[in-house]
Structures are given as structure tokens and as C-alpha cells.
């Protein structure tokens, strides 16, 4: 039998141990399934961690992404800056509500919206006609209504550049949505991620720092806002309805007991974890060295903490990178483009008229880049394993 085969490296992997378990069947053990204590403690425990008035746990980072899309009152015809780089669902929250995504292109180096262009875009959003066309999709489904926000996402764990974006949005009055839901407990400049928005949000799929199975939070300092969206999250129930009322029109985004206990027990390790995905990124630094045709992630100055969510390389231009990807899979090495542009999926090219070339940055990343098993349980031999496969395939 071929050893090599025995071990292989996966993608990805959560990191459970026994104290996960017995948290889990713990609630089993009671009746309270969902609306139970063990979402007030992984709220309060998130509370403490980020220093944030409000804590709401959703069923998915998506869904706590569309609550402060409902929360910063966007509506159709809405403008909303993003990037074309990020996984979907932070375009998709603001399609929800039938409001237009307006994408900025992105920052060579780390793949955050790039600040230059975002002051440019706003500028010219307000001014309106002409300037303001030129950021605009192609086609735009009827009138275009007001610039209301922006939504960044700390890319790959690592914040966006926020003593640019911040002032120029505060002086337009542009709320700022922070997806977060790759950076928990990165820092800019010794600040948390999630804390340069009116609302941060943070994310538990499998992939993620921490997990609970499907899952996700809403930290904000606001009180009218939190209010508002508890209730969104729990069928448009406001305070004080009856179990039958609804004032608004609401979701069943609600996160099950089960999955906050899981969150609990994973969260006192978090530390630790984050340490570890730290190790696993420097072993990868250090072996890839060897490699010139291999560019490792760049983390600049201002990242005083990275919060490493995946490993994703940048391949020199004369590297096939899908030839070298199919490679890599045969030889037992799991890789994934990471991301593939959202302006160039099919249903929002589609509607929006987007083409190849409108986002060169964006494109020119995803063309090159490829994610690399990553996970806070990898071990220094499995680095070596994928880095042999890496020398194997190239
Ligand atoms: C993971 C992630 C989300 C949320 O994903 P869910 O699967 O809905 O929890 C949102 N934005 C980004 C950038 C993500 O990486």
C-alpha cells in the first residue's frame, strides 16, 4: 500500500475536542433547544471579548450581514460600496433589499477595498452625472437612489485600512458595515476588526476561527439598532410583542441553543487557536521560501494582530495556476481558487452588465491566487507534505 496516501491533508478542518462534546450534550440533556441560556452566555461572552454594548448571535454571518443592511434602513435603489472580492455573500445581503451594489476595486496587497478609490467613488457618487456614472453597473435596474453605505470586509483576516475609510465616511454620513466574519480578533493598529463599523460581524462556519457549525454574530454599540435587529432575527417579534406579534417584518435567523454551547467551549480556546493557525501560517512562510515562482500573503504594519483565517499563495503570471491546481489535487493536496470575482458571477454580470477587465485588481487576484490546506490542527508535517506536493507539481 502507498503511505503517502494514507494521511492526506484536508482543506480545512474545525478544531473539536472533548469539552466541545460534553457542551453540546449537555443541552441535549435539557429541553431548551433554542431561546435558551446558552445564547445570553455566548452573547456576553462576545460582549467581553469585543467591548461592545450588543451582541447578537445569528444563524449564519450572511444572515447577521442582512440585518445590518435592514438596520442601516438601505432600501431598493440604495447605493452600497463593497468589493468584487469577498466571498458572495456580502454583495448578496445588499441584492436582498433590491439595493445596488457599487464595487471599488481592491488593494494589490492584501485584497481590502482600496482607500484612494473609495474617497474617489464617494466623491464622485455625490457629485453625481457623469462622475458618478462611471461607477455605476452598466445596467442599472431603474433609478438609482442615494449612497447610504459601505460595506468592508477584512479580508483573509486581516482589516481594512480604516484611518482612510473612516473619516472620509463619517464626513459623507455613510454608515460603515464591517464584515468581519474572516478577521475575529485581528487588530488594526491595536483596535479590533468589527469595531470600525456602526456594526461588525463576525462568522462560525467550519472554516472559521472558531465554530458553530452554521453560525454567526452582530456586535454594535447601538442600542435602537440592536433592538431592532433582535427582534428582525425573531420573526419581527419587537420587545414586549406576545409570542404572536410581530411588528416587523421579520426572519427566523435565530442561532439553536446546541450551536451557542458549541461557541461557548470553542470560544475560551480561542486564544489558543489563533495561535496555533499563526504557527501553521509561519511554517508555510518559511517552506514556500524556496519557491520563486510563490508569493506568501502580505500582512502590513498596520495588522498588529492577523487573525489567520486561510493560507491563499499569488502564483507567478507564467504558472498555469488551474493546470498547477489539478496537479496539486492528484498528488493528494486539496487547493481552492480563493476568491473568484463576484462582479463576474454569472447572475451579476448578468443583471448588472459587468464584464471581464471592469476590476483588474480583483481579477488579477483571483486569477492567481490559490488557497492551501489551513487549519488551526495542521501539523508541521502535514506544511512539509503539502510543500512536497507543491515541488511535485510545479
Ligand atoms: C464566511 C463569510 C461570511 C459569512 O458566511 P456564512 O457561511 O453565512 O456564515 C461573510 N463574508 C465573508 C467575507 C466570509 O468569509
Given amino acids: 500500500m502507498d503511505n503517502s496516501k494514507k494521511n492526506n491533508v484536508p482543506m480545512s478542518s474545525p478544531e473539536i475536542n472533548e469539552e466541545d462534546r460534553q457542551a453540546v450534550m449537555e443541552v441535549l440533556n435539557t429541553t431548551h433547544l433554542s431561546m435558551g441560556p446558552k445564547i445570553d452566555q455566548f452573547e456576553q461572552a462576545v460582549k467581553e471579548l469585543t467591548g461592545s454594548r450588543h451582541a447578537l448571535a445569528v444563524s449564519s454571518g450572511t444572515t447577521g450581514l442582512h440585518l445590518c443592511i435592514r438596520a442601516a434602513g438601505i432600501e431598493q435603489g440604495d447605493l452600497v460600496i463593497t468589493t468584487p472580492f469577498s466571498f458572495i455573500s456580502s454583495t448578496n445581503v445588499i441584492l436582498f433589499e433590491k439595493a445596488i451594489p457599487v464595487f471599488v476595486d481592491v488593494d ?171 504557527q501553521v501560517a509561519d511554517w508555510y512562510n518559511r517552506y514556500l521560501q524556496e519557491f520563486p515562482m510563490i508569493e506568501t500573503p502580505h500582512v502590513l504594519p498596520s495588522t498588529t494582530r492577523m487573525s489567520w483565517f486561510v493560507y491563499v499563495i499569488r502564483l507567478d503570471k507564467a504558472v498555469d495556476r488551474d493546470e498547477f491546481a489539478r496537479r496539486l489535487i492528484a498528488n493528494d493536496v486539496p487547493v481552492r481558487p480563493y476568491f473568484l470575482p463576484i462582479h463576474l458571477q454569472p447572475y451579476i454580470a448578468e443583471q448588472f452588465g459587468y464584464r471581464k477587465g471592469d476590476y483588474p485588481v480583483t481579477e488579477a487576484l483571483g486569477e492567481h491566487g490559490l488557497a492551501l490546506p489551513f487549519s488551526s490542527v495542521m501539523s508541521e508535517a502535514q506544511v512539509e507534505q503539502v510543500c512536497e506536493g507543491i515541488r511535485k507539481s510545479l
Fill in 108 to 278: 494589490p496587497l492584501t485584497g481590502n477595498i482600496a482607500a484612494d478609490q473609495l474617497k474617489q467613488a464617494i466623491r464622485d457618487l455625490n457629485r453625481g452625472g457623469k462622475d458618478a456614472s462611471r461607477w455605476l453597473p452598466r445596467n442599472l435596474p431603474g433609478k438609482a437612489g442615494r449612497l447610504k453605505a459601505v460595506l468592508s470586509v477584512d479580508v483573509f483576516g486581516q482589516p481594512a485600512d480604516y484611518d482612510s475609510l473612516s473619516p472620509v465616511c463619517e464626513e459623507h454620513g455613510l454608515t460603515i458595515i464591517e464584515d468581519s466574519c474572516e478577521a475575529l480578533c485581528a487588530t488594526y493598529k491595536s483596535k479590533l476588526a468589527g469595531k470600525f463599523g456602526k456594526y461588525g460581524v463576525f462568522a462560525f462556519y467550519p472554516n472559521k476561527q472558531i465554530t458553530t457549525g452554521e453560525g454567526g454574530i452582530i456586535i454594535t454599540d447601538d442600542d435602537e439598532d440592536a433592538a431592532f435587529m433582535q427582534a428582525l432575527r425573531n420573526q419581527g417579534r419587537a420587545p414586549g410583542d406576545a409570542w404572536l406579534q410581530h411588528t416587523y417584518l421579520g426572519y427566523n435567523y435565530r442561532l439553536d441553543e446546541m450551536s451557542a454551547a458549541l461557541g461557548l467551549s470553542q470560544i475560551k480556546r480561542l486564544d489558543h487557536m489563533l495561535d496555533s493557525r499563526a
